[in-house]
């Protein structure tokens, strides 16, 4: 029985509310241990070319490419910095997203809103790794924090500060071909501020998009078409009156922590299970009577069954690494970027590390291996590479713990329990930590820095730069009306 058939058979069962959490596995003999690593500053996000071989990282101030055919060995063979010197804006950064589509690789930024930074998507040939040539640099008039790529399109987040959509590019013209936003499916949700439904993430499959908008939920949008996108159904979307009347300060608490918070999305390859990855910490309330609590904390990654997109079923939730300090400046181990392959999930998950399940029975995920070493690696995304020896091999990408360097770590792909693993007691200092997160996410000065508000999801202090951006928005476009 495939998956598609056993989401079938059980739905009636789990649609009577049977909703599994994971669970651990017996170890594999030997202890479960990174084969390799190699640094590389800035890294952020990782994609893998279609064997396997090659990674493509994202770099915050460029993309590197590293050979991982040799998994005790990956080496660098291509490492492009200070792109678009040239440009008006230039150099273009804040580089946190790379996708590819066959031998074209995206990359795309800046991430954030971010003055002095040219916005759009770098179109890149990568058929020779070790050589790889930028074709062209559509420009836009709004940040790209995380893009997907296929068919020669380019799906992506575009908040804008007003609708937030996805925006589909044509990636040889750069013409739009279609656009699709929360607001456009229901006018309700123009009443809810920006930064509550900010575009984090699309993932694409088979023509239907998962677009992950924070406290909106999880859209299921049929873009096969993308000049006449249509919603299938959606996830966690919550009701827009309640969220458009929440506070100032409300809206900063609700944007923290659960519900909500959806971050990243992605499906199987039968398309029916879905992914959810949620972004959360915890954050220090005042009560009544002045005392304060500490609420919310981290999340983790929800399957859903979306055979049937108008009515989803969550199968089982697999939660998150616990936090001993769980707060924005403390140690983070909610849920990050993951990768289906084969019945198995591959996740990140902050100073929380890397693990793999068994998911071939969604509704009951099975914890194979967990690797963490949080006093040095933060892991952003992990993704499975390729078969190897006996078994195979995924990667993860680090973007460093205080003066560690960021990296690209190879895992082997199977059981196993690491050896002396270390607890994640790890004390925070959180002025320092979140200086430090800051300043390696955004590359700006102390002054621009110290202009941004927080809202989490965009890294740290991304808030009102991010979703108050009319004003960036507004200046780029008189300067690109004036020439």
Not at 122 to 142: N, Q
Request: glycine share 10%; with cysteine; aromatic share 8%.
């Amino acid at each position: 029985m495939d998956r598609r058939q056993f989401l079938r058979v059980t739905g009636g069962t789990l649609l009577a509310g049977a909703v599994g959490t994971s669970r651990r596995a017996a170890a594999h003999p030997g202890p479960f241990e990174p084969l390799g690593s190699v640094d590389i500053d800035g890294a952020k996000e990782v994609v893998l070319s279609a064997d396997g071989q090659t990674a493509f990282v994202a770099a915050t101030s460029g993309y590197v490419t590293v050979d991982v055919s040799s998994p005790d060995r990956p080496r660098i063979l291509a490492e492009r910095r200070g792109l678009l010197s040239d440009h008006d804006d230039g150099p273009f950064r804040n580089i946190y997203d790379v996708k590819l589509d066959g031998e074209t690789l995206l990359a795309v930024g800046p991430a954030n809103p971010l003055p002095g930074s040219p916005a759009g998507v770098l179109v890149v040939d990568v058929s020779d790794p070790a050589a790889p040539v930028e074709r062209t640099f559509h420009e836009t008039d709004y940040p790209i924090h995380n893009c997907f790529a296929a068919d020669g399109r380019a799906y992506l987040t575009a908040n804008d500060g007003d609708e937030n959509p996805v925006v589909v590019l044509d990636v040889e013209t750069g013409d739009e071909l279609g656009r699709w936003s929360v607001v456009s499916a229901d006018e309700r949700w123009a009443d809810v501020p920006t930064r509550v439904r900010a575009v984090h993430d699309v993932w694409v499959q088979d023509g239907v998009a998962a677009i992950s908008l924070w406290d909106a939920g999880t859209w299921l949008v049929d873009v096969s078409d993308p000049g006449d996108p249509s919603v299938l159904g959606s996830v966690g979307a919550g009701d827009p009156a309640e969220l458009s009347s929440l506070s100032a300060d409300q809206q900063r608490t609700t944007g923290r922590t659960p519900p909500g918070n959806h971050h990243s999305a992605a499906t199987d390859e039968s398309g029916d299970l879905l992914g959810i990855g949620i972004e959360s910490w915890g954050i220090e309330v005042t009560r009544d009577d002045e005392t304060t609590e500490l609420v919310g904390g981290p999340s983790g990654v929800e399957l859903w069954d979306i055979s049937n997109p108008v009515s989803p079923t969550r199968l089982s939730t697999i939660d998150p690494p616990p936090s001993p300090a769980p707060t924005i400046g403390g140690v983070w181990t909610t849920a990050h970027n993951f990768d289906f392959h084969d019945g198995f999930l591959y996740s990140s998950w902050y100073r929380g590390g890397v693990k793999r399940h068994d998911v071939s029975d969604p509704s009951n995920p099975v914890e194979l291996s967990w690797w963490r070493d949080p006093e040095r690696a933060s892991f952003w995304a992990a993704q499975y590479a390729y078969p190897f020896a006996d078994e195979g091999v995924f990667v993860a990408s680090s973007w460093g713990v205080d003066d560690v360097s960021p990296a690209l770590y190879t895992f082997p792909d199977h059981a196993g329990e690491q050896r002396d693993s270390p607890a994640l007691d790890t004390e925070a200092t959180p002025d320092s930590t979140a200086t430090q997160t800051t300043a390696r996410e955004t590359e700006t000065t102390p002054t621009d820095t110290a202009s941004r508000a927080d809202v989490p999801g965009f890294g740290i202090g991304v808030g009102a730069a991010a979703f108050g951006a009319a004003g960036w928005l507004y200046r780029r476009r008189a300067r690109q009306q004036r020439e």
